[in-house]
C-alpha cells in the first residue's frame, strides 16, 4: 500500500447486533468512508460464515478469498475470549487463509515459499481492533496478562506478518465491562482519530525471514538481536 487511501476489509466477529463492538465497527467504518475510502465490512455472524474447516476451498473460501485480494487495509475486529478471538474468526483465519493462498506461494524467481514478510497478501496492512474486560495495567510489560504485543503475537507475527501483511499496533480497548454511552462516545472518537492517521502509520518492524537474519533452521544469527529473547528479538533495533 502506498499510503493513499484506498479499499478496507473489516472482518467482525461479535455474536451480538446490539453490542459495543457493533457500535464501534459502525463508527470506525464511517470514519474510513468519511476520509475517503471504501470499506467492506464482513460480519462474519450475520452472514452465517461456517468456520469448522473439514475440506479445503469452497465457494464460501473463495468468496472470502476475493474479498481478501481486493482489500489494501485488513481490519480483524473481535472481543477478547480466553486470550484469542472467537472461534469464528480463528475459523475464518483458518479455512481462507489457505496454503497456495496466503502463504507457502512459490516465488517464481527462486522457488522458494514466501512467508513472513512475503506471501500471498503482501502489499496489504493488518491492524485488529480488540475489546477487553481486563483493565489496562493486566496488559502491560509486567501486567498479569503480559505485553500486548506478546499476548497477539500469534495473529501479529503469526498470521499477518506470516502472510506478507505489514502489522500495525493493536488497538486494545480494555474496561469495556459495564461502559456507559458517554464512555462509548470516547471510544468511538479514539477509534475514529486512530483510523484518520491510519495511512501513514509506520508498522511494527519485524525482520523479514531472509538469509540476513535467520540461518537455515530458522532461528536468528548469533549476532542478530543480540542478547534479546522472545518477540522483541525479531524486531529491526530502533
Given at each position: 500500500m502506498d499510503h493513499e487511501r484506498g479499499h478496507a476489509l473489516w472482518v467482525?466477529?461479535?455474536?451480538r447486533a446490539e453490542s459495543l463492538n457493533a457500535q464501534l465497527r459502525d463508527a470506525g467504518a464511517a470514519r474510513l468512508r468519511a476520509d475517503g475510502w471504501t470499506v467492506?465490512?464482513?460480519?462474519?455472524?450475520?452472514?452465517?460464515?461456517?468456520?469448522i474447516l473439514v475440506e479445503e476451498g469452497g465457494a464460501d473460501v473463495r468468496a472470502e478469498q476475493r474479498r481478501l485480494l481486493a482489500?489494501?487495509?485488513v481490519v480483524l475486529q473481535f472481543p477478547l475470549w480466553w486470550y484469542g478471538p472467537p472461534a469464528m474468526l480463528k475459523g475464518w483465519i483458518d479455512r481462507v487463509f489457505e496454503r497456495g493462498f496466503a502463504y507457502d506461494v512459490a516465488d517464481p524467481a527462486t522457488g522458494r515459499n514466501r512467508k513472513y514478510g512475503d506471501g500471498g497478501l503482501a502489499g496489504r496492512r493488518a491492524l485488529a481492533v480488540v475489546t477487553a474486560?481486563?483493565?489496562?495495567?493486566?496488559?502491560?510489560?509486567r501486567g498479569i496478562s503480559g505485553d500486548v504485543e506478546d499476548l497477539f503475537w500469534p495473529l501479529l507475527h503469526g498470521t499477518f506478518w506470516y502472510t506478507g501483511m505489514e502489522a500495525l499496533a493493536p488497538?486494545?480497548?480494555?474496561?469495556?465491562?459495564?461502559?456507559?454511552?458517554?464512555?462509548?462516545?470516547?471510544?468511538?472518537?479514539?477509534?475514529?482519530?486512530?483510523?484518520?492517521?491510519?495511512?501513514?502509520?509506520?508498522?511494527?518492524?519485524y525482520l523479514p525471514m531472509t538469509d540476513e537474519f535467520y540461518d537455515h533452521s530458522i532461528a536468528l544469527h548469533p549476532h542478530v538481536s543480540s542478547g534479546l529473547t522472545g518477540g522483541a528479538a525479531h524486531r529491526r533495533p530502533s
Open positions: 467482525y466477529a461479535h455474536p467492506d465490512v464482513a460480519d462474519l455472524y450475520a452472514e452465517g460464515f461456517d468456520p482489500a489494501d487495509l474486560g481486563d483493565r489496562a495495567d493486566s496488559i502491560s510489560p488497538h486494545l480497548i480494555t474496561g469495556v465491562h459495564g461502559i456507559d454511552d458517554a464512555g462509548i462516545a470516547r471510544l468511538a472518537r479514539d477509534l475514529g482519530a486512530r483510523l484518520g492517521a491510519i495511512a501513514a502509520e509506520e508498522p511494527i518492524p
